[in-house]
């Protein structure tokens, strides 16, 4: 599975510096979320994001690229990086079963399951 990190998540995020990674940045600054949604889609790749409003087009589209929305709060980019590279394999195994992975400060949730089944996972 490939990634696709938002602009909305700094270039030195910790996973951009890996192959299966993409930036926006190094792909075009200008797209918008509709054209960033569309790349996912048709390269199968998972978003990884802070913006919420990707959660609620999971529901709305049945054949919507994974999300992975990092919803840290409070924290510096050093301990962002550092709690995320912590987690990643849990992460990442969650979002091949679930097109909806939110990470906050103290737990990872995991929604809407590829099956067609809503589930929650804490």
């Known amino acids: 599975m490939e ?9 030195n995020f910790f996973l951009h510096q890996r192959e299966e990674y993409e930036h926006v940045y190094d792909l075009n600054v200008h797209w918008t979320d509709v054209q960033l949604w569309k790349y996912a889609k048709e390269h199968a790749m998972t978003i990884i994001t802070r913006q919420v409003n990707y959660s609620y087009q999971v529901f709305l589209d049945d054949r919507a690229p994974h999300v992975i929305v990092v919803g840290f709060q409070g924290l510096s980019l050093e301990e962002c990086n550092s709690k995320f590279s912590r987690n990643w394999q849990e992460i990442r195994t969650l979002s091949e079963s679930y097109k909806l992975v939110q990470v906050f400060n103290d737990k990872i949730q995991a929604i809407a399951k590829v099956d067609g089944y809503n589930s929650f996972k804490l």
């Not at 990634?3 to 270039?11: A, G, Q, R, S, W």
């Open 3 to 11: 990634y696709l990190i938002d602009l909305n998540l700094p270039t």
